[in-house]
T-cell receptor, first 111, second 110 residues
Framework: NAGVTQTPKFQVLKTGQSMTLQCAQD?????MSWYRQDPGMGLRLIHY???????DQGEVPNGYNVSRSTTEDFPLRLLSAAPSQTSVYFC??????????FGSGTRLTVV | KQEVTQIPAALSVPEGENLVLNCSFT??????LQWFRQDPGKGLTSLLL?????REQTSGRLNASLDKSSGRSTLYIAASQPGDSATYLC?????????FGKGNQVVVIP
């Protein structure tokens, strides 16, 4: 039982490149979400999903896309990377808004 | 918008002392509140979940209290140990999202 798996763990992108951060969970939880963590800012919600086929925006959605075709996967797409997107990204899931389980994070640097 | 504040931002205590970490939030219409621990360069580990209808929750040396009407939660860690050194995050659950404080960075001195 792996919980929440995020890949890659580290990534360096050039400005303007696109990429997808992967998130997979094996707990059959309906709720999944993406956060970014920046020094002095705390964790901020990017996008979330309350079930397959349903997504919604969080606090800082600009520059990011998500989709939820299965219960298990919730990828986060950066369309055209910018230095302001340098951050640590965390994926989380929960069952019925109870205890949230977080992945180990993806550390992204945009140069 | 829910605003979550954690005080103090950082503290150092000698081993064996009790830790008291404070969290305040602006909107009392919450579903629950969760305390997390984060070690440097790592993800978040859930410590305690306290429901909006509860006053407190305990797990081993950890005790979390919740006063929803005044928008406050306190995490108590008894008899601190060097292994308790970490950042502690308070997260308020409401409206399908967690709102986080910026954390209490704790150093326990042997």
């Amino acid at each position: 039982n792996a919980g929440v798996t995020q890949t890659p763990k580290f990534q360096v992108l050039k400005t303007g490149q696109s990429m997808t951060l992967q998130c997979a969970q094996d707990m059959n939880h309906e709720y999944m979400s993406w956060y970014r963590q920046d020094p002095g800012m705390g964790l901020r919600l990017i996008h979330y999903s309350v079930g397959a086929g349903i997504t919604d925006q969080g606090e800082v959605p600009n520059g990011y896309n998500v989709s939820r075709s299965t219960t298990e996967d919730f990828p986060l797409r950066l369309l055209s990377a910018a230095p302001s997107q340098t951050s640590v990204y965390f994926c989380a899931c929960s069952y019925s808004r109870e205890i949230y389980t977080f992945g180990s994070g993806t550390r992204l640097t945009v140069v | 918008k829910q605003e979550v504040t954690q005080i103090p931002a950082a503290l150092s205590v000698p081993e064996g002392e009790n830790l008291v970490l404070n969290c305040s939030f602006t909107d009392s219409a919450i579903y629950n509140l969760q305390w997390f621990r984060q070690d440097p360069g790592k993800g978040l580990t859930s410590l305690l979940l306290i429901q909006s209808s509860q006053r407190e929750q305990t797990s081993g040396r950890l005790n979390a209290s919740l006063d929803k009407s005044s928008g406050r939660s306190t995490l108590y860690i008894a008899a601190s140990q060097p292994g308790d050194s970490a950042t502690y995050l308070c997260a308020v659950n409401g409206n399908n999202r967690l709102a986080f404080g910026k954390g209490n960075q704790v150093v326990v001195i042997p």
